[in-house]
């Protein structure tokens, strides 16, 4: 899940600077690294991983799932999120019980069918007509929306024989998506026809906001997609893909500076990219996430999708890739402003190793899959090496390659010299909100090679989160993973709590099923940038590989 926030003041310094970076700055412009793996290379076999599930520790995740369940539903619900320390609520998502459709898909992949029965009761009452607050396109679609449709997918889907619902009952899982997406439309009706992501209800209508940010307007059409497919009536994937066409095809020069590497924000009138800072983070990440992700959904339809997602992966690994001067062992991805780069990152952007993961599952392509791993494991560094076993939300280092007295190279403050010395970062945020990116990118490590070490790690961090996080009647938001006690809690427990983190915590002990990712072109399944798992187009992956004159099949075996 990912979101504006963390990384939202380097995105926005340089709003429309165009190419105003400095003097020094321009004598320390990126120059790629060596070249990339060559295609073709080959890896293990990893089209048939042998799984190793742990019913124990799959069972260990289900009580986690069910104390936080029960802890929202006794003292939030229905209410958006718990104040698990104090049993309070927040009504942070509009008040339509954010928690509940988040919690949906995972109790259903859970079999927590008790639970199911009390969302799948609820889910009719929402009244999405009316919210007291402002409403986020993003946010609104990728929890309520991507949650709606991803249960509608599974009970009518695999976990059919397990349920005896009625047609209307499940029917008005749908209809409800229907309805929200019906009062959310009316933010597509720009000059542009990119969506404001900025609007109020009751009745619909737009802010008025100028601009939209790459991931807020980048990270819908999976699931509006979706509708139309599920629903027949195609005006929704029309709206987002329209939406989608200026991010594929980026004007001007300054909002590409990389190729397939983006600027951060676009204008709702011209359609023109602001400027040209990004990264893998907050407020752009998922709109590269969905490139693949649009192509393992209809690799009929999306093949654009997927070349831009390959130019992207490209220029990530020829420029982007950097190294710890104190730990070169480890392999994180820079940020950029126009083509300098600047050596931070954070938690959301550990999601990168995973989706490195599945596109090289997905094309076929080693090389992919192995950056992919190598970027896992440095985010693993970043849990290992805190008081807690718990990753910060913000890090920096200073790149192995870049002179150490560049202005874009900064060292650590007097404080953390000792943590930069050993562990490769430092601490720049130190907070914990029950982010999912570490063990969502070990689930897709593991899914695609089999190797235990991903569930030892994943394990690790579970029980470190549920020994640092747990209390009162859920699980709360940390103020400092590397402080004793994680710094006190912070009294939150968001959504994606439910939807994330004990889903891909639960996943990566769980028996073998037809939502799980899988390496060998058989998915079903496609995870939205919330987790839930929405039913691939057709029902199951459709073997496109990279398509027009690159070659098929290569490199992997079958
Ligand atoms: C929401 O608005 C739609 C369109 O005006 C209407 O058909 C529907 O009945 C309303 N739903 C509720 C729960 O008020
Ligand atoms: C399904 O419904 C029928 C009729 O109401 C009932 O006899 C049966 O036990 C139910 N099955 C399950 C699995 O709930
Ligand atoms: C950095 O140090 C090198 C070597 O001492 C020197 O040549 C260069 O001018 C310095 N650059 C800056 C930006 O201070
Ligand atoms: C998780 O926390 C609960 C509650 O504190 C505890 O009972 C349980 O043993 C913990 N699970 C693991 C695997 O550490």
């Given at each position: 899940m990912h979101i504006f926030r963390g990384v939202a003041a380097f995105l926005a310094a340089s709003h429309s600077v165009a190419a105003a970076a400095s003097t020094a700055e321009q004598q320390q412009q990126a120059s790629p690294s060596s070249a990339p793996e060559a295609?073709?290379?080959?890896?293990?076999?990893?089209?048939?991983?042998?799984?190793?599930?742990?019913?124990?520790?799959?069972?260990?995740?289900?009580?986690?799932?069910?104390?936080?369940?029960d802890g929202y539903y006794k003292h939030a619900f229905p209410h958006d999120s718990l104040r698990p320390a104090t049993n309070g609520f927040a009504d942070d998502r509009n008040g339509w019980g954010a928690s509940a459709v988040d919690a949906f898909s995972t109790a259903l992949i859970m079999g927590e069918y008790r639970i199911v029965d009390q969302i799948l009761k609820y889910v009719p009452e929402i009244n999405f007509n009316r919210t007291n607050s402002?409403?986020?396109?993003?946010?609104?679609?990728?929890?309520?929306?991507?949650?709606?449709?991803?249960?509608?997918?599974?009970?009518?889907?695999?976990?059919?024989?397990?349920?005896n619902y009625t047609d209307h009952q499940t029917g008005a899982i749908l209809q409800q998506a229907k309805r929200l997406a019906d009062n959310l439309k009316v933010a597509f009706n720009t000059p542009s026809g990119i969506p404001d992501n900025d609007l109020f209800f009751g009745p619909p209508r737009k802010k008025g906001s100028k601009s939209n940010g790459l991931a807020t307007?980048?990270?819908?059409?999976?699931?509006w997609t979706r509708l139309s497919d599920l629903t027949g009536d195609s005006q929704y994937e029309k709206l987002a893909q329209k939406a989608e066409?200026?991010?594929?095809?980026?004007?001007?020069?300054?909002?590409?500076?990389?190729?397939?590497?983006?600027?951060?924000?676009?204008?709702?009138?011209?359609?023109?990219?602001?400027?040209?800072?990004?990264?893998?983070?907050?407020?752009?990440?998922?709109?590269?996430?969905?490139?693949?992700?649009?192509?393992?959904?209809?690799?009929?339809?999306?093949?654009?999708?997927?070349?831009?997602?390959?130019?992207?992966?490209?220029s990530s690994i020829r420029y982007l890739i950097s190294h710890p001067a104190t730990r070169p062992d480890l392999t994180f991805l820079a940020m950029w402003r126009d083509r300098t780069l600047h050596y931070f990152s954070e938690h959301l952007a550990c999601f990168n190793g995973g989706n490195f993961i599945l596109g090289?599952?997905?094309?076929?392509?080693?090389?992919?899959?192995?950056?992919?791993?190598?970027?896992?494991?440095?985010?693993?560094?970043?849990?290992?090496?805190?008081?807690t076993g718990i990753g910060p939300e913000i890090f920096q280092w200073q790149d192995s390659r870049t002179p150490l007295n560049s202005s874009n190279n900064p060292g650590p403050p007097a404080d953390q010299k000792k943590l930069y010395e050993r562990a490769g970062f430092w601490i720049t945020n130190g907070g914990?909100?029950?982010?999912?990116?570490?063990?969502?990118?070990?689930?897709?490590?593991?899914?695609?090679?089999?190797?235990?070490?991903?569930?030892?790690w994943a394990w690790e961090a579970f029980v470190a989160i549920n020994a640092t996080c747990r209390v009162g009647s859920g699980y709360s938001s940390l103020a400092d993973v590397n402080k004793q006690e994680g710094g006190g809690w912070t009294d939150f427990q968001e959504s994606f709590?439910?939807?994330?983190?004990?889903?891909?915590?639960?996943?990566?002990?769980?028996?073998?099923?037809?939502?799980?990712?899988?390496a060998d072109h058989e998915n079903q399944f496609v995870f939205n940038t919330e987790a839930h798992p929405i039913r691939i187009a057709g029902g199951k992956e459709r073997y496109g590989g990279w398509g027009k004159g690159k070659g098929e099949g290569k490199g992997m075996e079958k």
């Open positions: 295609p073709g290379e080959k890896l293990p076999p990893y089209r048939h991983p042998k799984y190793h599930p742990s019913p124990k520790r799959a069972s260990a995740v289900k009580q986690a799932f069910r104390i936080s369940w402002e409403v986020s396109l993003f946010e609104t679609t990728i929890r309520y929306l991507g949650g709606l449709l991803s249960a509608y997918d599974l009970i009518t889907g695999p976990l059919k024989p397990h349920f307007a980048g990270t819908l059409v999976l699931e066409k200026y991010l594929l095809h980026p004007r001007p020069a300054l909002g590409e500076p990389f190729p397939g590497l983006l600027g951060a924000s676009v204008n709702l009138e011209t359609g023109l990219f602001e400027n040209g800072a990004g990264g893998w983070g907050g407020g752009t990440d998922s709109f590269y996430e969905y490139l693949i992700k649009m192509y393992l959904y209809d690799s009929t339809k999306f093949g654009e999708y997927r070349d831009r997602w390959v130019l992207a992966a490209d090289g599952l997905t094309l076929d392509e080693p090389a992919y899959l192995r950056f992919g791993l190598e970027l896992v494991a440095g985010c693993h560094a970043t849990y290992t090496s805190t008081l914990y909100q029950l982010r999912p990116e570490v063990i969502e990118s070990y689930y897709y490590a593991y899914r695609a090679t089999g190797d235990k070490k991903y569930q030892e709590w439910f939807a994330e983190v004990m889903k891909y915590a639960y996943l990566i002990f769980a028996e073998d099923a037809p939502w799980q990712i899988r």
